[in-house]
């Protein structure tokens, strides 16, 4: 499904326009669509207040338009203006002037005082639609029409919002200075970054996208370049396996990875990577750790290495590893494996000596960090899965930069290196080189806990090893930790799972989208 930028947003609405659909049906029809999900989702609504908040643009419009549908069916609503009438121009002014026919009470709002004289009506309405600015907001909300919005999130009253909740980057999910905190959004054409990046996605509530009329060859022609990840896309990828497959034809992953206290990193990736369904699996570790780390694991292999006298591996471990990714159809590096000096260049010579597709997480990030320029030079798939504080490491940016704008940072990155980058969080952004950006839905506050990327990374190398092209194996081994998650925060609680019982649960969600690709679901 698409995401689309505000930009595309306004480019879509234009072509369509050309097409022949006229603004003003465009109007009508988001608003008929955001009207009807006020009926649907809020039970009893024929006898509550709603109160319409409304900008003088196209946004307002919208609301202009659900208060009509309101008041066709005798519901009680008001519009709140904010703005004076005057200054309503274009297809928003002609659906306001349809209100007035039809008794709808029309409060303009332009300044504080009236803001603050009509305190007391805006209080008792029962439920609201936001319909403030929508998208293509950049700058920070200020004076009164913030301080609104602030008294409309104290009432602690419903809201759906029209579009984008109100102060919402719906490019970036960022919060101009203030935003409507809605239960429900009602979209138009397509679903906004901003609906599910955070701290947006949590004052988006439940989107709901209305389909307004726009033919998809119009979207087809701006081809936005932003997808939010569903079941439909992991199914289509997904392949039944044959029923004479045995651990010889299914993948074999060499993991580098383990360091003196860290242990279960190593032991985790490579138990996913099996769990993913990857046939054979070898994890090289320091040979002092070697009798630590076998009796954790029983299906996967060891390979003991050369070590440093601190017990870190070393460059005196590239021989051995080269050696040993013979006949290997996958590398992963980093899970628990330190930063000693030491251990950078080894991972260095490895970077620049293997013909296999590369996963780099955890230290085998770090470890990167000031040698990015390495990976242009790089002619094998290349996959990173840092989370903000790695990306930061990266980039030379702060943390905060970072979160400002993950899918212009991930994307940016993406191109520049030619990497595959996953920059893990809430609302995990998916980039690849040719400039596409996945936002995963799956996952929730459980997950964050010790070992969840460790297993991440387990499951997108076992897809790897298996055959299934770098950029497939993200997506689908990002949406099924996530959607694994998910069904333990259902049947346990909202948190306290570990990352142990993620990855119990990989090849019941397999199943899942496995039982869809049979079904032609």
């Known amino acids: 499904m698409y995401i689309v930028t505000a930009d595309e947003t306004r480019e879509i609405d234009k072509a369509a326009i050309e097409f ?69 121009k274009g297809d928003a002014l002609t659906n306001l002037k349809l209100l007035y026919p039809l008794g709808v009470p029309i409060i303009e709002i332009p300044d504080r005082k009236t803001f603050l004289d009509n ?204 050696h040993n990714l013979a006949g290997k159809k996958c590398l992963a590096i980093g899970p628990g494996l330190g930063t000693d000096s030491s251990t950078k260049k080894l991972v260095i010579n490895i970077l620049q000596g293997s013909s296999l597709p590369v996963i780099l997480d955890a230290d085998g990030l770090n470890l990167l960090a000031g040698e990015t320029s390495l990976l242009k030079k790089l002619r094998v798939p290349v996959i990173l899965t840092p989370h903000p504080g790695e990306m930061a490491r990266l980039t030379g940016k702060n943390i905060s930069q970072i979160q400002e704008d993950r ?21 995990t952004v998916i980039a690849h080189p040719d400039g596409r950006v996945f936002i995963n839905p799956t996952g929730n506050p459980g997950m964050a806990s010790g070992g969840m990327g460790d297993i991440l990374t387990g499951i997108i190398a076992g897809f790897v090893a298996q055959g299934y092209p770098a950029a497939e194996a993200v997506q689908i081994g990002v949406y099924l930790h996530g959607a694994a998650g998910d069904d333990l925060a259902e049947s346990m609680g909202p948190f306290g799972f570990l990352a142990s019982d993620v990855l119990k649960s990989i090849p019941a969600q397999i199943g899942i989208y496995s039982e869809k690709v049979s079904a032609g679901v």
Not at 64 to 79: E, G, H, P, T, W
Not at 147 to 174: E, H, Q, Y
Not at 287 to 296: A, D, G, Q, R
Not at 407 to 427: E, M, P, Q, T, W
């Open 20 to 88: 022949g659909l006229p603004g003003r049906i465009l109007m009508e029809n988001a608003g008929r669509g955001a009207a009807q999900i006020l009926l649907e989702k809020f039970s009893g609504i024929g006898a509550k207040k709603i109160g319409i908040l409304a900008g003088r643009g196209n946004n307002g419009g919208d609301g202009f338009v659900v208060a009509r549908c309101l008041a066709q069916k005798s519901i009680d609503v008001n519009v709140y203006l904010l703005s004076r009438a005057s200054l309503v």
């Open 119 to 322: 305190r007391v009506s805006m209080r008792h309405r029962d439920l609201w639609a936001d319909a403030i600015f929508g998208t293509g907001l950049k700058s920070d909300i200020e004076g009164y029409i913030k301080d609104v919005i602030i008294f409309i999130n104290s009432l602690k009253k419903p809201v759906m919002a029209v579009d984008l909740p109100s102060g919402i980057d719906s490019d970036t999910g960022r919060v101009c200075g203030e935003a409507i905190r809605a239960c429900v959004t009602a979209t138009f054409g397509y679903a906004k970054a901003g609906h599910y990046l955070y701290p947006g996605a949590g004052y988006s509530g439940k989107v709901e996208i209305i389909d307004i009329g726009i033919p998809p060859l119009v979207a087809g022609r701006i081809a936005p370049k932003q997808y939010l990840l569903g079941n439909e896309i992991i199914s289509s990828y997904l392949k039944p396996r044959a029923r004479d497959a045995h651990k010889g034809t299914t993948g074999h992953l060499f993991i580098v990875a383990g360091s003196p206290g860290k242990t279960g990193a190593a032991a985790m990736t490579a138990m996913a990577a099996m769990r993913a369904g990857a046939g054979l699996v070898t994890i090289g570790v320091p040979k002092s750790l070697n009798p630590v780390i076998e009796p954790m694991i029983l299906e996967a292999m060891t390979c003991p290495l050369p070590e440093n006298t601190e017990g870190f591996l070393s460059e005196s471990s590239f021989d051995a590893i080269m």
């Open 407 to 427: 899918i212009s940072c991930a994307r940016d990155f993406a191109r520049k290196f030619n990497v595959h980058l996953v920059l893990k969080g809430a609302g």
